[in-house]
């Protein structure tokens, strides 16, 4: 009986989101009615509600998350400043004349392009907008270059700045200081969005690594697939060097020093690095003549729809988590815990699995405002490290873009994919990549250091 309540508010939830109803609304308006028919039954008491008005006060006025608007605001207007069509124009003059060059330039690009600010949508926009004509035009698998602009356009969750990461981050340190609480420890350590960012590093270098030694492979075994340009192609005027794709190179990494650099070197919080980051967009956008009041009212109008919809987010999964507590839901998960066989890797292991599945129809956000809270607290307990286990959510919910049907990047390439491609060939590439981030899940779980060595090492 403990366990049917929670669960047929997950079940209603799903439901609800299949008529299309905003997440936020659907997550909200489903906490509403169980509570009231708590209420009415006697099962949750006006007390077990009274937390709400802090807890939206709490998300208001929490001075982390406003690296979100900022981050969001570098993410637009690195678009509209035309730098990644520079940096992608730079990088196909070093690898386009090789076999998979372009795939490899892609994958580069969409690493620079994550260090530097962090849009999915944006990055897989530009890049299937610049490149998949050429790709196909030069003959390269449908599926095989759908699948790498996807894939690659994700890399921004993991490789910080991430605006998965400040979420993420501010959700583990609540559950951090809770579980620490319900120990009996009251001199609380904490872990910081900052934690995140430089654990992420090391892990989201490795997964480029896994990207770059699987489209080598292709280009070995089937270099028909992945043919090199001609002359003609890509720059349109055969020049190729050093020189020329430094113009496109220096920019982005101005601005990756600028962001990462103070906050690997403790000069700046991710929350001022943000403001470093929107600042130094602003220049690059005026320097290359793409700053102008049209440009700005769009990103500020963009920044301010994204921001907005990620806000309504967290407050619907803060009532839902709130009210699902209120049933006993969290009692109820530490007991399925507690009788898994393998006791702390058992846990982790079903925790892992149900994001994952659930990333198939919910969002990055989704899962971390309505299950992070509730797991965090139980698996941050049983003696996780916390930026570990961040770092190993954040690699899982990178997934989530990928898998279909609801992978947002999925449908971000199908609005700008030519007509000749079908969904059926960007859902069959992007397998590859889904299956590479599982083997990176897996070496990040037997070598743990990855994640928690370079903090370790920075901030003791």
Request: glycine share 12%; hydrophobic share 55%.
């Amino acid at each position: 009986m403990d366990m049917i309540l929670p669960l047929s508010m997950f079940l209603a939830v799903g439901l609800v989101l299949l008529s299309g109803y905003p997440v936020a609304f659907c997550l909200g308006g489903v906490a509403l009615l169980f509570a009231v028919g708590g209420l009415a039954t006697g099962v949750v008491s006006v007390n077990d509600l009274t937390f709400l008005p802090g807890r939206l006060f709490g998300i208001i006025s929490n001075t982390t998350l406003i690296a979100v608007p900022l981050f969001v605001f570098m993410g637009v207007m690195l678009e509209k400043s035309r730098v990644a069509e520079k940096l992608l124009a730079s990088m196909g003059l070093l690898f386009g004349r090789l076999p998979g060059g372009l795939g490899f330039s892609i994958i580069l690009v969409g690493a620079l392009l994550a260090a530097s600010t962090g849009i999915v949508g944006a990055t897989v926009v530009t890049m299937g907008l610049l490149t998949l004509p050429t790709m196909l035009r030069r003959g390269y698998q449908p599926s095989l270059a759908t699948g790498l602009i996807c894939a690659t356009g994700t890399l921004g969750q993991i490789i910080p700045p991430s605006i998965a990461l400040v979420l993420l981050g501010d959700v583990l340190s609540t559950a951090y200081q809770e579980a620490q609480l319900r120990q009996g420890a009251w001199a609380l350590e904490t872990v910081s969005v900052g934690d995140l960012f430089v654990g992420a590093l090391i892990p989201g270098l490795v997964l480029v690594v896994l990207y770059l030694i699987y489209m080598a492979a292709v280009s070995l075994l089937r270099p028909e697939q992945v043919p090199a340009l001609e002359r003609d192609d890509g720059d349109g005027n055969g020049r190729a060097g050093p020189m020329a794709a430094l113009s496109g190179l220096i920019p982005p990494l101005l601005l990756i020093l600028a962001v990462l650099g103070s906050i690997l070197a403790g000069l700046a919080t991710p929350t001022e690095a943000a403001g470093v980051g929107a600042f130094g967009t602003l220049i690059l956008a005026a320097a290359n003549r793409h700053l102008n009041f049209t440009i700005l009212r769009e990103t500020v109008h963009g920044t301010a729809r994204l921001t907005s919809m990620v806000f309504m987010i967290m407050i619907g999964a803060s009532l839902f988590t709130m009210v699902f507590r209120a049933f006993g839901g969290e009692e109820a998960v530490q007991h399925l815990f507690d009788a898994l066989p393998g006791g702390v890797l058992g846990a982790t292991v079903m925790v892992m699995l149900i994001i994952f599945l659930l990333g198939f129809i919910l969002d990055f956000i989704e899962i971390t405002f309505v299950v992070v809270p509730i797991v965090g607290p139980i698996l941050l307990g049983m003696g996780l490290d916390p930026i570990w286990l961040g770092v190993m959510i954040a690699l899982n919910l990178q997934t989530s873009f990928l898998t279909p049907p609801f992978g947002i990047a999925l449908f971000y390439l199908r609005g700008v994919a030519p007509p000749e491609v079908r969904t059926t060939h960007i859902y069959r590439g992007v397998v590859p990549f889904v299956f590479i981030q599982i083997i990176m899940l897996g070496i990040l779980a037997l070598f743990p250091q990855l994640a928690t060595w370079l903090p370790h090492l920075l901030y003791g």
